[in-house]
């Protein structure tokens, strides 16, 4: 349900930015958006919608508003995205409803066939048609994001460089790193043994790998036949790590080692392991070809959110919007 995923976080957005409220006249009539009322009523099936998609979510007062806020936020972008043309892709409109469908069924509360989910909705004044125009409208406003979205640019070598010498000190710092590859061994090397415990099998394993190493053999292709570790396809290689980006017990055997020492097999609560310290670089920055697309990734998506968060906040000021709940 990748739309409705992503114009929740345009809504929650939207909401962050302008939340404000009066007292009403007309007590059924929770708010207007250039002159069209949000009513009482339109608001419980909003409401009703939300507590179905969030089985146990609280709703106190504070979230209310924030739900009110949602629904002005809906009508105003719907009507441009309407303005602007968009249309609907109700193939993926169909999508999203199955897969709510297949989400409400899915928990404690209402997990059973579709009669009951047909049945709840009921209960909660909900349509099938009420919900499937819900997703047409996250739908279009999707639609129109992404279209704004696409306008921004990919950030030139300039901006790059610029970004990594503000944030050189902060984000592209490291401490000490070191290279290692390992040999994990498990109960998974174990998988036709008819012992209930195979600690001390493999434990032995562990012992008998490192001894054949200490021999001469091989590390790679130990690892490739022997590792139940992920890196096993690459010779163990688990590339640069930091000392405390690793489990306590291999953080502190890999960086008490010497340059090239295997060290004896080193227990964690992934089975044993027998580590190879490849390399070492000393605590400083890691180098701009290092995180020059990370740069990349961080600054288009800044500007992707910026570009979008002008659009919002541009059409909710050109909106006529008055707010009644408190």
Request: glycine share 6%; proline share 2%.
């Amino acid at each position: 349900m990748n739309g409705k995923i992503k114009i929740a976080s345009v809504l929650c957005l939207a909401a962050a930015l302008a939340l404000s409220g009066c007292t009403a006249k007309d007590p059924s009539v929770y708010a207007t958006v250039n002159g069209e009322n949000i009513t009482r009523a339109e608001y419980l099936l909003y409401e009703n919608f939300l507590r179905l998609s969030q089985p146990g979510a609280e709703f106190p007062r504070s979230k209310q508003v924030q739900i009110l806020q949602e629904l002005i936020d809906l009508r105003v972008y719907v009507a441009e995205a309407e303005k602007r043309g968009i249309e609907p892709d109700m193939e993926a409109v169909a999508e999203d409803f199955q897969a709510f469908r297949k989400q409400v069924l899915a928990t404690d509360t209402i997990a059973g066939s579709l009669t009951i989910f047909y049945a709840r909705l009921q209960e909660l004044g909900l349509s099938e048609d009420w919900i499937i125009q819900l997703f047409k409208d996250y739908q279009i406003i999707n639609a129109m994001v992404e279209a704004e979205e696409e306008k921004v640019e990919a950030p030139d070598a300039e901006d790059i460089e610029a970004y990594y010498e503000k944030e050189k000190d902060t984000l592209f710092s490291h401490g000490e790193l070191r290279r290692v590859r390992h040999i994990l061994v498990n109960e998974d090397n174990f998988p036709d043994s008819e012992d209930e415990d195979v600690s001390s099998q493999v434990k032995e394993l562990a012992d008998t790998l490192y001894a054949r190493l200490q021999a001469g053999e091989d590390f790679a292709q130990l690892a490739k036949e022997y590792s139940q570790d992920g890196s096993a396809s690459l010779g163990g290689d688990i590339g640069f790590i930091e000392k405390d980006s690793v489990v306590k017990s291999f953080g502190d055997a890999a960086f008490s080692a010497a340059l090239n020492e295997i060290v004896p097999p080193v227990e964690s609560q992934y089975g044993w392991h027998i580590i190879e310290v490849t390399e070492i670089k000393k605590a400083g920055h890691y180098e701009l070809d290092e995180v020059r697309e990370q740069i990349a990734d961080t600054l288009l998506r800044q500007g992707k959110q910026k570009l979008v968060e002008n659009l919002l906040l541009g059409l909710k000021d050109e909106a006529d919007i008055e707010i009644y709940f408190k």
